[in-house]
């Protein structure tokens, strides 16, 4: 949907504006856009600084109206991505994790085809996880690929060694044929650690 005029626009801009309603009790904030708690630049006080290159953010308002893809059903919640450095916002969506997905496609093309890992574990798990990744991948804030076997399936921010996010990827079928997961997983799993 378009942005209404004079609304601010991106990560930043829309944060800022949002705080000093989030403080105003007369004022019902729920339905301004910002940045989604525990995403990165998400404040209560401060505005966010903007980041000097793209950097993933998630935006979130209340909707509780029916869906923008005309589906009929009711959504509780606009999701948007969105990047700390520039006014880039995606389409919206239900899942706030398909709007973090969406801002990796913004601010690190090429995530998808990465390799997923196992959750970090023991001292070997991150000197693999460098050499299986692109140089100083996680130094511009990259994301992590990591196969979730537990109850956990959503992606996490600040969990990458840079400080990204880790993004989870399910673990494969049984009977899936190739993966690059099943190269790596034994990296780790078998590995020096558990000796
Ligand atoms: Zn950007």
């Given amino acids: 949907m378009p942005t209404p005029p004079g609304e601010p626009r991106g990560a ?3 944060h800022t504006a949002y705080l000093p309603h989030f403080w ?3 004022t019902n904030s729920r339905p301004i856009w910002r940045i989604d708690w525990g995403h990165p630049g998400f404040t209560h006080r401060t505005p966010p600084e903007p980041t000097a290159d793209h950097q993933p953010t998630a935006l979130v308002r209340s909707w509780d109206r029916p869906a923008p893809d005309g589906t009929g059903e009711t959504w509780p919640y ?3 991505g969105a990047c700390l450095g520039c006014t880039w916002e995606g389409p919206d969506r239900r899942r706030t994790d398909e ?3 969406d801002a990796h496609d913004h601010t690190h093309p090429g995530w998808r085809d990465l390799p997923a890992v196992p959750e970090r574990q023991g001292r070997q798990w991150l000197t693999h ?6 140089d100083g991948w996680f130094d511009r804030g990259g994301p992590i690929r990591t196969v979730r076997i537990g109850i956990e399936k959503q992606h996490k921010p600040r969990a990458a060694p840079g400080g990204g ?7 494969p079928k049984k009977n899936d044929p190739v993966t690059a997961i099943a190269e790596v997983l034994p990296l780790v799993f078998g590995g020096a650690e558990a000796a």
């Avoid at 996880?129 to 692109?134: A, D, E, G, S, T």
């Avoid at 996010?165 to 673990?171: E, K, S």
């Fill in 12 to 14: 930043v801009a829309r």
């Fill in 24 to 26: 105003d009790k007369a």
């Fill in 78 to 80: 606009l999701h948007r």
């Fill in 99 to 101: 709007a973090v997905e």
């Fill in 129 to 134: 996880v460098q050499h299986l990744y692109p």
């Fill in 165 to 171: 996010y880790d993004l989870a990827v399910q673990p």
